[in-house]
């Protein structure tokens, strides 16, 4: 289950060209891939246009390419000439060095973000900078320090419903990852229904698949599938790579959680094969395939024959046999099957 990072978007004054008006647009109306296009023919024309490296460094971010996105935030540190500048550059850079696992560095970016946000009376950058604090928290596994900080930015956001949604968001996640499944649901489903009501239905399917995979944890696996779908669906409609990596990640456990090995199989390499198109950590999508194979050996082949004899991947897949992940995945598998073949107290076999 993946947190979000909570996007601040710059307002623009009317004195910015068209064309950088249209790139915000773009990302506002969801459709990065043209957004990016629009921002590379800013960039060929003006390397030096904060507007253009503000646009690329959202529209890269919003489809998973954080390493394009990093070097456009940097360019905005080095480009800002005031303090709203400086603030939105700050933001950005938060935000990627998050994404990339760097959380002492990002953590350094949000504050940064906080200090400039107050001493500008910015009450929805001060806002978002806590959120994204908090998450940082939460990446770190102080969950009570990271619960505080979502709960003081959630009463900056009463005028910001699509801000205010995202934050929602991660207090349900902060809640599924203490196990208080209850919880997490009532902020997840405030989280869809506020996003929808804003009209952000790309938000609100991201938020589908953290809901759809809170409820394969409380083993409503009709209701689990059912979200899942319809997130990832209107993921992938935008583009959104980095969601859609997690979608996949979502089924594997999903079917593998019902026992659906073949299909949780599929699931896992489909997975697999984006995260290294993109170069997200693969470590869930080999971990399950290599979990599979040990409780369905039958399995192997047909894993063969999907990812054309894959050396790299078969051979990942085989090193992982010793993570412990792995083996309690196989021990939890097993230890459920078990289970469900015993015979129930007071009952008789038949002879």
Request: include cysteine; charged fraction near 30%; hydrophobic fraction near 35%.
């Amino acid at each position: 289950m993946k947190k979000l990072l909570f996007a601040l978007l710059f307002v623009w004054s009317s004195a910015f060209a068209i064309s950088e008006e249209l790139c915000i647009s773009l990302i506002d109306a969801g459709d990065y891939s043209k957004a990016v296009q629009v921002g590379q023919e800013l960039i060929r024309r003006n390397p030096n246009s904060y507007g253009a490296h503000a646009c690329l460094t959202v529209a890269y971010f919003q489809v998973g390419d954080f390493q394009k996105s990093l070097e456009h935030a940097q360019a905005l540190e080095r480009l800002a000439r005031n303090d709203e500048e400086f603030s939105f550059a700050y933001n950005r850079l938060g935000q990627v060095y998050s994404r990339l696992g760097d959380l002492d560095t990002a953590l350094m970016y949000h504050m940064r973000h906080l200090s400039l946000s107050r001493k500008m009376e910015d009450i929805r950058g001060e806002a978002a900078a806590l959120n994204n604090i908090a998450l940082i928290y939460e990446n770190k596994g102080d969950y009570q320090k990271a619960l505080e900080y979502y709960m003081k930015s959630l009463e900056e956001l009463q005028d910001y419903p699509r801000k205010r949604a995202t934050t929602l968001n991660n207090i349900g996640i902060v809640y599924y990852t203490l196990g208080d499944y209850k919880n997490a649901e009532r902020y997840l489903k405030q989280a869809i229904e506020l996003s929808e009501k804003s009209g952000d239905f790309h938000g609100a399917g991201k938020w589908m698949l953290n809901l759809g995979d809170t409820y394969r944890r409380m083993k409503n696996y009709k209701l689990a599938e059912k979200l899942l779908s319809e997130g990832l669906e209107r993921v992938k409609r935008v583009g959104d790579s980095y969601w859609e990596f997690w979608g996949y990640n979502n089924f594997t456990f999903l079917y593998f959680d019902m026992r659906d090995y073949k299909k949780s199989l599929e699931y896992a390499y489909t997975a697999y094969e984006l995260g290294m198109r993109m170069g997200y950590n693969n470590s869930n999508a080999i971990g399950y395939i290599s979990a599979i194979l040990i409780l369905k050996p039958e399995l192997r082949a047909y894993l063969e024959k999907i990812s054309e004899g894959d050396r790299e991947l078969l051979k990942a897949v085989e090193e992982a046999e010793s993570w412990e992940g792995v083996k309690e995945l196989v021990a939890e598998a097993n230890a459920s099957q078990q289970q469900k073949q015993a015979p129930k107290k007071g009952s008789q076999k038949k002879k």
